[in-house]
């Protein structure tokens, strides 16, 4: 494999409240190479986005980094604060958001916005960046693209001002983007265009991606590699292929047998019984083994099972083929 | 846009009439003029004699149909205790008034907006916590009162400032200005802070809760992930996108400054629009009461107009509709 760009090392992070402390990640691990897309899957609250946010510096208060450590490109980043991370962002980590109606100032030209984040990372004269702009928005897919530098975003269409967000996240050509839920706020027919630009984007420049989605069917397109997140913890990290067709921990396989893919052919989709445990209310062991059917006494105890370098986070992970016994 | 001017000015026009048909039909119920025209010693000839020359015998329609065709040409009337054109006295008064709303309204501006952003930077600071309990006495006390005690601290116990009047002004023929001496200036200070105290806490919290909203939008936080420095991300980002309901409500304060200078204009006794019309109430004088209350709807219709018109000029995403049109 070829050097990591981003490695997380036991990465926790907490929220201290009055009721106790919550642990929306915990003692996750993952490395992500250049020109690899990893894919983070996991429902709501699972804590993709959370570790998304600690990477890039930008977790809510009272959220805070805990335990662990984030190597980018070799240097350590999760103690850098304020000036040191802010420099960071933009130029080394870029992020694109959920909703692109939201994400795009709409007081400001989007020329202006582009130009003002290459300013701020790359030593260029405006003019330069001017032309920089038109190069990155006309590299997006958008038409005619030194003409709509002074159109303000609300001229633009939700697919297209997702190009603009994804043309702003890799204007001073980061090394790592973080794409949190790229398309989930758009049409269909908008999100496989939006995943393939992104995936073309960063092949080219050997972007590494950290996509964070709960859509298995983007990530089974899309990623080299996929981390399945339960509750805060790796459940599942392994190639793609592998991880859809045979997954070895019993949430996973859940996952997968509640997601309608083509390959599949028209069965009636199960569903995982029960609901995620609350952060206030974690069980001993293994996150899932209230809602797990293979659940024996050693899951419900201390020490929980962990990854250690292996597939899944389980004590019994499946062997054979799900869908053959479903 | 020009459509939409059309139709605000015609509707200010309509807003103008109704305003002129109150003032009038009110103020024949305020009393009878004829009683402090005319002394004790008035004989009831007297009393017809005059009440032909004012009109006071005419028709409702007839009299009010007369005020209009005069007002519109500048021309209130004589007043009827002064027996002066009321156009000549409130010019001679306005100078007095629009000096101080101007220095109050700018006091009010000023501090309001710069305490508003600093209180949202740092809304966890002592700083601004302090300064969010103190505005709460700008909120909460009255006028005179604040005026009063301005003037028992700085005048009385102190004793530097004056406690009344306009000190030397001078005079420009048409204009009479406190702006040109020390006295003046000095004069200026306790009336502008009485008045624009109360503006100003309120523009200051405003700002505050607007600013708040903003940071927590999508597009800051984007901006953050883009590594834009923290000055600009509130100052070019959060500030522009916080002014659009802020100019609303402060245009309209800026009307309110100019109306509510009557209390201020009593305390400090400021020769100005709004002791005139103090004045005029004790006598029954009705020109110079409709004559007032015109010009105040005036300055209020104008000062929306205006702030209407501002939103075209900040907020990109209105000037787009003057295409589309609805």
Same mark, same amino acid.
């Given at each position: 494999?070829?050097?990591?760009?981003?490695?997380?090392?036991?990465?926790?992070?907490?929220?201290?409240?009055?009721?106790?402390?919550?642990?929306?990640?915990?003692?996750?691990?993952?490395?992500?190479?250049?020109?690899?897309?990893?894919?983070?899957?996991?429902?709501?609250?699972?804590?993709?986005?959370?570790?998304?946010?600690?990477?890039?510096?930008?977790?809510?208060?009272?959220?805070?980094?805990?335990?662990?450590?984030?190597?980018?490109?070799?240097?350590?980043?999760?103690?850098?604060?304020?000036?040191?991370?802010?420099?960071?962002?933009?130029?080394?980590?870029?992020?694109?958001?959920?909703?692109?109606?939201?994400?795009?100032?709409?007081?400001?030209?989007?020329?202006?916005?582009?130009?003002?984040?290459?300013?701020?990372?790359?030593?260029?004269?405006?003019?330069?960046?001017?032309?920089?702009?038109?190069?990155?928005?006309?590299?997006?897919?958008?038409?005619?693209?030194?003409?709509?530098?002074?159109?303000?975003?609300?001229?633009?269409?939700?697919?297209?001002?997702?190009?603009?967000?994804?043309?702003?996240?890799?204007?001073?050509?980061?090394?790592?983007?973080?794409?949190?839920?790229?398309?989930?706020?758009?049409?269909?027919?908008?999100?496989?265009?939006?995943?393939?630009?992104?995936?073309?984007?960063?092949?080219?420049?050997?972007?590494?991606?950290?996509?964070?989605?709960?859509?298995?069917?983007?990530?089974?397109?899309?990623?080299?590699?996929?981390?399945?997140?339960?509750?805060?913890?790796?459940?599942?990290?392994?190639?793609?292929?592998?991880?859809?067709?045979?997954?070895?921990?019993?949430?996973?396989?859940?996952?997968?047998?509640?997601?309608?893919?083509?390959?599949?052919?028209?069965?009636?989709?199960?569903?995982?019984?029960?609901?995620?445990?609350?952060?206030?209310?974690?069980?001993?062991?293994?996150?899932?083994?209230?809602?797990?059917?293979?659940?024996?006494?050693?899951?419900?105890?201390?020490?929980?099972?962990?990854?250690?370098?292996?597939?899944?986070?389980?004590?019994?992970?499946?062997?054979?083929?799900?869908?053959?016994?479903? | 846009?020009?459509?939409?001017?059309?139709?605000?000015?015609?509707?200010?026009?309509?807003?103008?009439?109704?305003?002129?048909?109150?003032?009038?039909?009110?103020?024949?119920?305020?009393?009878?003029?004829?009683?402090?025209?005319?002394?004790?010693?008035?004989?009831?000839?007297? @009393?017809?004699?005059?009440?032909? #020359? !004012? *009109?006071?015998?005419?028709? /409702?329609?007839?009299?009010?149909?007369?005020? $209009? %065709?005069?007002?519109?040409?500048?021309?209130?009337?004589?007043?009827?205790?002064?027996?002066?054109?009321?156009?000549?006295?409130?010019?001679?008064?306005?100078?007095?008034?629009?000096?101080?709303?101007?220095?109050?309204?700018?006091?009010?501006?000023?501090?309001?907006?710069?305490?508003?952003?600093?209180?949202?930077?740092?809304?966890?600071?002592?700083?601004?916590?302090?300064?969010?309990?103190?505005?709460?006495?700008?909120?909460?006390?009255?006028?005179?009162?604040?005026?009063?005690?301005? @003037?028992?601290?700085?005048?009385? #116990? !102190? *004793?530097?400032?004056?406690? /009344?009047?306009?000190?030397?002004?001078?005079? $420009? %023929?048409?204009?009479?200005?406190?702006?040109?001496?020390?006295?003046?200036?000095?004069?200026?200070?306790?009336?502008?802070?009485?008045?624009?105290?109360?503006?100003?806490?309120?523009?200051?919290?405003?700002?505050?809760?607007?600013?708040?909203?903003?940071?927590?939008?999508?597009?800051?936080?984007?901006?953050?992930?883009?590594?834009?420095?923290?000055?600009?991300?509130?100052?070019?980002?959060?500030?522009?996108?916080?002014?659009?309901?802020?100019?609303?409500?402060?245009?309209?304060?800026?009307?309110?400054?100019?109306?509510?200078?009557?209390?201020?204009?009593?305390? /400090?006794?400021?020769?100005?629009?709004?002791? $005139?019309?103090?004045?005029?109430?004790?006598?029954?004088?009705?020109?110079?009461?409709?004559?007032?209350?015109?010009?105040?709807?005036?300055?209020?219709?104008?000062?929306?107009?205006?702030?209407?018109?501002?939103?075209?000029?900040?907020?990109?995403?209105?000037?787009?509709?003057?295409?589309?049109?609805?």
């Amino acid at each position: 494999m070829s050097e990591a760009v981003l490695s997380i090392r036991n990465l926790t992070v907490e929220i201290p409240t009055r009721g106790g402390i919550l642990r929306p990640v915990d003692q996750i691990n993952y490395d992500i190479n250049r020109g690899e897309i990893l894919g983070i899957v996991g429902e709501s609250g699972a804590g993709k986005s959370m570790a998304g946010n600690a990477v890039i510096g930008l977790l809510n208060r009272p959220a805070k980094i805990t335990g662990g450590e984030i190597w980018l490109n070799g240097t350590r980043i999760d103690q850098l604060e304020g000036e040191d991370m802010r420099r960071l962002r933009g130029k080394h980590i870029g992020m694109v958001f959920q909703d692109p109606l939201t994400s795009l100032n709409p007081l400001l030209r989007i020329g202006d916005q582009l130009t003002e984040t290459m300013l701020e990372h790359l030593d260029i004269s405006r003019d330069k960046a001017r032309k920089r702009a038109a190069a990155a928005l006309d590299e997006v897919g958008i038409p005619a693209a030194a003409q709509r530098l002074d159109s303000y975003p609300h001229e633009f269409s939700g697919g297209m001002r997702q190009r603009v967000v994804i043309a702003l996240a890799l204007c001073a050509e980061p090394s790592l983007i973080i794409a949190d839920e790229p398309t989930t706020a758009l049409d269909v027919s908008v999100q496989a265009q939006i995943i393939a630009l992104l995936k073309r984007l960063c092949r080219d420049r050997g972007t590494a991606v950290m996509l964070i989605t709960h859509d298995m069917g983007v990530i089974a397109e899309t990623a080299d590699r996929v981390a399945v997140m339960y509750a805060g913890r790796l459940a599942e990290l392994g190639n793609v292929r592998d991880v859809v067709t045979h997954p070895e921990h019993p949430y996973t396989d859940g996952l997968m047998g509640s997601t309608p893919l083509a390959s599949k052919g028209l069965k009636r989709l199960r569903q995982i019984s029960g609901s995620m445990p609350r952060l206030t209310a974690m069980p001993e062991g293994c996150a899932f083994h209230p809602r797990c059917e293979f659940a024996q006494d050693i899951c419900r105890a201390e020490p929980r099972p962990k990854l250690n370098g292996g597939r899944s986070a389980c004590h019994f992970p499946i062997q054979q083929p799900a869908e053959e016994t479903a | 846009m020009l459509a939409y001017s059309l139709r605000r000015l015609f509707q200010s026009f309509i807003v103008l009439l109704v305003v002129g048909l109150v003032a009038f039909s009110m103020f024949r119920f305020v009393g009878d003029p004829i009683d402090s025209l005319l002394g004790q010693e008035r004989t009831q000839s007297d @009393i017809e004699r005059l009440r032909g #020359e !004012l *009109g006071l015998d005419d028709p /409702f329609v007839v009299q009010y149909g007369a005020f $209009l %065709g005069r007002a519109v040409q500048g021309d209130f009337g004589l007043s009827y205790r002064q027996a002066r054109p009321v156009a000549e006295i409130i010019a001679e008064r306005a100078p007095a008034t629009l000096e101080l709303a101007l220095v109050s309204a700018g006091f009010a501006m000023f501090f309001g907006v710069v305490l508003g952003i600093f209180t949202a930077i740092r809304r966890d600071g002592f700083a601004a916590n302090a300064i969010m309990s103190v505005s709460l006495i700008g909120v909460s006390l009255p006028t005179f009162l604040i005026g009063i005690l301005l @003037i028992y601290l700085f005048s009385v #116990e !102190l *004793g530097w400032l004056p406690s /009344f009047g306009r000190g030397d002004v001078v005079d $420009l %023929g048409w204009w009479t200005t406190g702006f040109a001496t020390g006295s003046g200036l000095k004069a200026l200070i306790l009336p502008s802070i009485t008045l624009g105290l109360y503006q100003m806490t309120l523009i200051m919290r405003l700002v505050r809760s607007e600013m708040l909203e903003v940071l927590r939008a999508d597009y800051i936080r984007f901006a953050r992930a883009r590594g834009i420095r923290e000055k600009s991300v509130n100052f070019r980002h959060a500030l522009k996108n916080t002014l659009v309901p802020v100019i609303t409500v402060t245009g309209l304060q800026l009307g309110s400054i100019i109306a509510f200078a009557i209390i201020t204009e009593t305390v /400090f006794q400021w020769p100005g629009v709004g002791l $005139l019309f103090i004045n005029a109430i004790q006598f029954v004088d009705i020109p110079v009461m409709a004559a007032y209350l015109m010009l105040i709807s005036v300055m209020f219709v104008a000062i929306n107009l205006i702030v209407d018109l501002l939103y075209f000029a900040i907020d990109p995403r209105l000037r787009a509709d003057r295409s589309g049109g609805h």
